[in-house]
């Protein structure tokens, strides 16, 4: 709970605004009592993260937390007119950074013959790939939330979308931009130096004020999905900047780092072909910023056994390959060559229960990521949750900051993941809904 009122007390004026601007677009149009009564659920997520390790910076090997998310949903008009509100409450009971709260939704939808308008704060996935999600791009990650950067922050927006025999075309105009969340001095799964999340800089005169854009179209054509998007804006993934001060003619760093956030132009691309059990996927973005432009780009294919042995039993097999032209400057690390072969085993019973399990292999450094997600359904409220990260092939990184600094300055294309060598982990959550 502290963590939380510290939360609060500097986030306070950021949080904010994001709920002002929903408030101003969404609750214009008041909602019409009488008409249909309102939906609501939520859901109470109990977790625990184990890791194998003390952090190198002796953070815990225990990181309890515990999840509130719930969900207000009305229509009105035959579903003409809609509004949902989706809140989010995390509190951690190590690392104070991963104690937040979000707005997930808070969005107005107006639907009408061809077209929909939806105003407020919204989450939005552009993509079709298992592993990695190049093109999407519209909301933040929130990564205290997970390692594999599918948790989103809400963002507020306008999104016109337009629906004809053509295809479907999404324009998007959005502001108030959300900063990347990054684990505290206490937290797991981060880098070995502190990212000062209160003191940002934009390389845009208007901080996060500044009107990004955005526009996809969508089309299907029998079994083939295409989508072709670009985005001008904000972008949303960082680049740091080594904070210290000058003594004596020497710079001397403290051990943090000030995420910097550049304006960039991206024009994306999706494809997906169905045939029969077969799914071929691919995404690619074209992205021009600070440091110029490159290429990037992610595919493979998923094949489904379905009702296997004559079982009720589906088997899915996924392999991707991605490719990043930066090479060793690729951020990710360990996403510029590299290969992603998985299993995912639906048993599809009453309990739903599911799991994918596969591995990461970069292919010049040898380093691999083994990866578990599974989850079951217990009785109607209750389901468990399972994941499980294992860092294989690299040296652990040393403690000390001097000898942190200069094997980061000397980067190994061979070690990309050093920093990560002592945080296997398993999560289990137990989620109860209502």
């Not at 952090?55 to 815990?60: I, L, R, V, Y």
């Not at 709260?101 to 704060?121: C, F, N, P, Q, T």
């Not at 399972?386 to 300055?409: A, H, K, Y």
Request: aromatic fraction near 14%.
């Amino acid at each position: 709970m502290i963590g939380l009122t510290h939360y609060i007390t500097d986030k306070k004026f950021m949080f904010i605004s994001h709920f002002r601007a929903g408030l101003y677009v969404v609750l214009g149009c008041w909602l019409p009592a009488g008409i249909n009564a309102a939906e609501w659920s939520a859901e109470v997520g109990f977790e625990s993260s184990f890791y194998l390790h003390s952090g190198p910076q002796g953070q815990s090997k225990v990181h309890p937390s515990v999840r509130l998310e719930a969900e207000y949903y009305r229509d009105w008009k035959g579903g003409q007119e809609s509004f949902t509100f989706s809140p989010l409450l995390v509190l951690d009971g190590q690392d104070s950074e991963r104690t937040h709260w979000d707005i997930k939704e808070l969005a107005w939808i107006h639907v009408d013959d061809g077209w929909e308008i939806r105003s407020g704060i919204r989450t939005v996935f552009w993509g079709v790939m298992e592993t990695r999600h190049l093109v999407d791009i519209i909301n933040q990650t929130d990564q205290v939330m997970n390692f594999d950067g599918e948790d989103k922050l809400g963002q507020p927006m306008v999104n016109l979308s337009i629906d004809q025999s053509w295809g479907t075309l999404d324009l998007y105009i959005m502001s108030f931009f959300r900063d990347r969340t990054f684990a505290g001095k206490d937290g797991r799964l981060r880098g070995p130096l502190i990212v000062d999340t209160d003191n940002p800089r934009f390389e845009s005169g208007n901080n996060r004020n500044r009107i990004e854009g955005a526009i996809r179209w969508h089309q299907y054509f029998g079994d083939f999905d295409i989508a072709v998007s670009h985005f001008s804006g904000t972008a949303r993934e960082p680049v740091f900047e080594l904070q210290g001060a000058l003594i004596g003619g020497t710079f001397i760093p403290n051990g943090m780092v000030t995420p910097v956030y550049p304006v960039i132009d991206q024009t994306g691309l999706e494809l997906q072909y169905i045939y029969e059990g077969w799914a071929l996927k691919a995404e690619a973005i074209s992205h021009y910023g600070h440091a110029g432009r490159y290429n990037a780009a992610v595919f493979g294919f998923e094949f489904t056994q379905s009702g296997l042995y004559d079982s009720r039993i589906d088997l899915g097999w996924v392999v991707e390959y991605s490719y990043d032209e930066r090479e060793e400057q690729a951020p990710v690390g360990i996403a510029e060559h590299d290969l992603a072969i998985a299993t995912r085993w639906s048993l599809n019973d009453v309990e739903s229960t599911e799991m994918l399990i596969g591995v990461i292999a970069d292919e010049s450094s040898d380093e691999l990521v083994f990866f578990l997600e599974g989850s079951r359904r217990l009785g109607e409220y209750w389901k468990l949750i399972v994941e499980s990260r294992i860092f294989v092939g690299g040296d652990p990184l040393p403690q000390d900051l001097p000898s942190v600094l200069t094997q980061l300055s000397n980067a190994d294309p061979d070690n990309k993941l050093g920093y990560l060598q002592d945080e296997d982990f398993l999560r289990v959550e137990l989620v109860r809904y209502f």
